[in-house]
């Protein structure tokens, strides 16, 4: 592809996810860690009023505004709608400045590391997932739902993939996850400007990917009220094993509900906490190993 002329760091797309915004308030008060490469570096916080109001989002989810039917749909008025059509004409393909590359920085209540999270299989996010895998314990990489139809705010860029980092309460600043965080958009700049340069270096062969199946809800009754928890033998073991047969709810009277799958699979955003009101108690994932 040609070279990579514009990158967008956006943070507080959820303003209760503090990592990411106040990267963004660093980066704009120290524009020189950012604007020393090829390309241009800009910042944007998402969702202003909400990191004003220390809430996820205002009227809805910010980052479920972004699907194309939605942002042409002059209907949709609320301040989360109009906020998405503003980011979409800032960072979208209609736009002269279009970004290249979105880094969306979140943040979870669930222990996921240094997560990054992408809807496509593009050669260079591949490349670049590996080579970050390669050189931090820390990251790992999830492919989700395609990103054909998706209503995330990454998908104004075929190179757009977030990343997550955890586990960090709501509202919380935790200080070695904001430091591992900006370390590693340092990585990814650097590694974009090498891409530039023509000068990746050797490329890493492998990559290990966690690819989306499906999210599972708590066990309700028929008023929808929540009638287990995560059974504590998985709690917080985000991307390891889940084998059938293995606990994975627990009553509150004591019982162990087991998972009843077929096969293995590998958890993640177990017990989100913004994800109660999404009816996702965690994400399933199949562990692929990858050629590039």
Same mark, same amino acid.
């Given at each position: 592809?040609?070279?990579?002329?514009?990158?967008?760091?956006?943070?507080?797309?959820?303003?209760?996810?503090?990592?990411?915004?106040?990267?963004?308030?660093?980066?704009e008060?120290?524009?020189? #860690?950012?604007?020393?490469?090829?390309?241009e570096?800009?910042?944007?916080? +998402?969702?202003?009023?909400?990191?004003?109001?220390? @809430?996820?989002?205002?009227?809805?989810?910010?980052? @479920?505004?972004?699907?194309?039917?939605?942002?042409?749909?002059?209907n $949709?008025?609320?301040?989360?709608?109009?906020?998405?059509?503003?980011? !979409?004409?800032?960072?979208?393909?209609?736009?002269?400045?279009?970004?290249?590359?979105i880094?969306?920085?979140? *943040?979870?209540?669930?222990?996921?590391?240094? *997560?990054?999270?992408? +809807?496509?299989?593009?050669?260079?996010? $591949?490349?670049?997932?590996?080579?970050?895998?390669?050189i931090?314990?820390?990251?790992?990489?999830?492919?989700?739902?395609?990103?054909?139809? !998706?209503?995330f705010? @990454?998908?104004?860029?075929?190179?757009?993939?977030?990343?997550?980092v955890?586990?960090?309460?709501?509202?919380?600043?935790?200080?070695? $996850?904001?430091?591992?965080?900006?370390?590693?958009?340092?990585?990814?700049?650097?590694? $974009?400007?090498?891409?530039?340069?023509?000068?990746?270096?050797?490329?890493?062969?492998?990559?290990? #990917?966690?690819?989306?199946?499906?999210?599972?809800?708590?066990?309700?009754?028929?008023?929808?009220e929540?009638?287990?928890?995560?059974?504590?033998?998985?709690? *917080? @073991?985000?991307?390891?094993?889940?084998?059938?047969?293995?606990?994975?709810?627990?009553?509150?009277?004591g019982?162990?509900?087991?998972?009843?799958?077929? !096969?293995?699979?590998?958890?993640?955003?177990?017990?989100e906490?913004?994800?109660?009101?999404?009816?996702?108690?965690?994400? #399933?994932?199949?562990?692929?190993?990858?050629?590039?």
């Amino acid at each position: 592809m040609n070279k990579i002329n514009r990158v967008a760091l956006v943070g507080g797309t959820h303003g209760n996810e503090f990592t990411g915004a106040f990267l963004i308030k660093k980066f704009e008060k120290f524009p020189q #860690l950012i604007q020393k490469y090829s390309f241009e570096t800009v910042t944007l916080l +998402g969702n202003p009023q909400a990191f004003a109001a220390g @809430r996820r989002y205002i009227e809805k989810d910010l980052n @479920r505004c972004f699907l194309s039917g939605d942002l042409q749909n002059t209907n $949709l008025s609320s301040y989360e709608d109009i906020r998405a059509k503003n980011i !979409s004409k800032i960072l979208g393909e209609d736009n002269k400045t279009k970004a290249d590359v979105i880094v969306d920085l979140h *943040s979870t209540t669930a222990n996921m590391g240094l *997560s990054i999270i992408i +809807g496509n299989q593009h050669p260079l996010l $591949l490349q670049l997932s590996a080579y970050l895998s390669a050189i931090n314990p820390l990251v790992k990489v999830c492919h989700t739902i395609p990103e054909q139809g !998706s209503n995330f705010l @990454r998908s104004l860029s075929e190179l757009g993939f977030v990343i997550e980092v955890g586990a960090v309460a709501q509202g919380v600043l935790d200080a070695k $996850l904001f430091q591992n965080t900006e370390k590693l958009i340092y990585e990814i700049l650097d590694y $974009l400007e090498r891409y530039n340069r023509g000068d990746i270096g050797e490329s890493n062969n492998t990559l290990t #990917l966690y690819k989306f199946l499906c999210s599972i809800d708590y066990p309700r009754n028929e008023q929808g009220e929540i009638q287990a928890m995560i059974h504590p033998e998985i709690q *917080s @073991r985000d991307y390891e094993p889940l084998h059938p047969g293995d606990p994975i709810f627990l009553t509150f009277e004591g019982k162990a509900i087991a998972y009843e799958g077929t !096969s293995t699979v590998y958890p993640i955003f177990i017990n989100e906490a913004a994800y109660y009101e999404k009816g996702v108690a965690m994400c #399933l994932t199949e562990k692929e190993i990858i050629n590039l």
